[in-house]
């Protein structure tokens, strides 16, 4: 199993409508979570994190968090086109005596006008 | 401005050579972090120095080697040993405290030649 799972996609949504990212990790310690988004050729991008159950909201962009699960999502309420990009789950794993901030492979999102 | 730098944005390398991809940040961070990515991958760690005159071994440090002589500076030497070394090269950096997230340059494109 990998430490940090994401659906590779690719993910197709019309323009307005919600897109829904999801990601698993392996680690039950782990305490705060990041989405990163990754324009094709440019580096990622903070866009949200959350360390606590529920969710959280920052504009068209909601991460929510269920810990019991191991857990975590995003979702882009009234997708653009200019949200086209993929979207990497973070999540600091255990590694010796410390955590690394270990990333999933990647869902790659596209808004169709 | 803060931020990290990377140089060169581009750079081809012949079978056989060294090469040295540049990292500087001005934002006081302590932890600095080379990743790897691959073509539609995720991330993957190289190395990560957490402090000046100290550095540790990633999930591929093998053909690779970093310094840390300067809080400001983290070079990544890619060796002839790195069999597949051509990828995009991302250095990123993080202050002290926990659950900061990290911050990404540019990144370096490596080709082999």
């Known amino acids: 199993q990998k430490e940090v799972e994401q659906n590779s996609g690719p993910l197709s949504v019309p323009e307005g409508a919600i897109a829904s990212l999801n990601c698993t990790y392996s680690d039950r310690g782990s305490q705060s979570f990041f989405w990163y988004r990754q324009y094709s050729g440019k580096s990622p991008e903070l866009i949200m994190f959350i360390y606590s159950n529920g969710d959280k909201e920052d504009g068209r962009f909601t991460a929510q968090l269920n810990k019991a699960s191991q857990y975590v999502s995003l979702l882009i309420r009234d997708s653009q086109p200019s949200d086209s990009a993929t979207y990497l789950c973070a999540v600091p794993i255990s590694s010796g005596s410390a955590r690394q901030l270990t990333f999933g492979s990647g869902t790659q999102l596209t808004v169709l006008p | 401005d803060g931020g990290i730098t990377q140089s060169p944005k581009y750079l081809f390398r012949k079978e056989g050579q060294n090469v040295t991809l540049s990292c500087e940040q001005n934002l006081n961070h302590d932890a600095m972090y080379w990743y790897r990515q691959d073509p539609g991958q995720g991330l993957r760690l190289i190395y990560y120095?957490?402090?000046?005159?100290?550095?540790q071994k990633g999930d591929i440090a093998e053909g690779y080697s970093v310094s840390r002589e300067k809080k400001e500076s983290f070079p990544l030497t890619v060796t002839s040993a790195q069999k597949n070394p051509t990828a995009f090269y991302l250095c990123a950096s993080r202050t002290g405290q926990t659950g900061n997230t990290i911050y990404f340059g540019e990144g370096s494109w490596l080709t082999v030649v």
């Open positions: 120095s957490q402090i000046v005159n100290d550095f």
